[in-house]
């Protein structure tokens, strides 16, 4: 059985940071990438950060220079440090693990943390 678990989420002021964790089980974590999403209400949800299994990242621009994300592959972890963190970050962060084979395409989720930035 395939669990991802967040954890890390909470309620910070702007300009404060948090850091996300999502322990993986059930799955051979080293070659699927991984992805923090995140879901505002009433909005779609939108990818944050991805890390391949070779490292690779990639950001949403409205987070670049500011998220960070990382795995560590002993601790079938990976984890999102988001700094001067914005209003407008508040949502629902959700952990992902992908990986495709030829013609099969392997998605599981979290459960979701909740991050919210307000004063």
């Known amino acids: 059985q395939v669990q991802l678990v967040e954890s890390g989420g909470g309620l910070v002021q702007p300009g404060g940071s948090l850091r996300l964790s999502c322990a993986a089980s059930?799955?051979?974590?080293?070659?699927?990438?991984m992805g923090w999403y995140r879901q505002a209400p009433g909005k779609q949800r939108e990818l944050v950060a991805a890390?391949?299994?070779?490292?690779?990242?990639n950001y949403a621009d409205s987070v670049e220079g500011r998220f960070t994300i990382s795995r560590d592959n002993a601790k079938n972890t990976v984890y999102l440090q988001m700094n001067s963190l914005k209003p407008e970050d508040t949502a629902v962060y959700y952990c992902?693990?992908?990986?495709?084979?030829?013609?099969?395409?392997?998605?599981?989720w979290g459960q979701g943390t909740q991050v919210t930035v307000s004063s």
């Open positions: 890390i391949t299994n070779g490292g690779t990242t």
């Open positions: 992902n693990a992908e990986r495709s084979v030829v013609f099969r395409r392997f998605v599981y």
């Open positions: 059930g799955i051979s974590f080293s070659i699927y990438t």
